[in-house]
């Protein structure tokens, strides 16, 4: 089965754990490389290179002020993905609706042996 290229899909570029990590680490601020290679303790260019794929797929755009790149997260362009993790949420809700149910029992058995 071939492979779909990363640059072409949101998914697969946030498949990489460092994509997630950088995404996180410019969720609600701008950075430049250099804070971002300070801050997460990697290699210029492979902060580089994940950016630019995250770019590519539109997940972080960049601006240019002085000779620094300033780069951020585009939100707007996460929606997909939470608009598919969200269909999941039933199952986590009923998850939780049953651990509330099991608690409530060994409660109540708790109340009966005493």
């Known amino acids: ?11 697969n570029a ?5 994509r997630r990590a950088l995404i996180e680490a410019l969720v609600g ?3 430049t490389v250099n804070q971002i290679v300070e801050r997460m303790g990697w290699s210029q ?3 580089s290179k994940h950016l630019g794929v995250l770019k590519q ?10 000779r620094y790149r300033v780069y951020r997260v585009n939100a707007d362009q996460l929606k997909p993905i939470q608009a598919w993790v969200i ?6 809700s009923d998850s939780l609706d049953h651990l509330e149910t099991y608690l409530d029992e060994i409660q ?7």
């Open 57 to 66: 797929v539109g997940l972080v755009s960049e601006r240019k002020e002085g």
């Open 29 to 31: 601020q701008e950075l």
């Open 1 to 11: 089965m071939a492979r779909t290229k990363t640059t072409f899909d949101p998914f």
């Open 87 to 92: 269909q999941f949420e039933r199952f986590w």
């Open 45 to 47: 260019p492979m902060v």
């Open 108 to 114: 109540a058995n708790e109340v009966n042996d005493e």
């Open 14 to 18: 946030i498949a990489e754990p460092k």
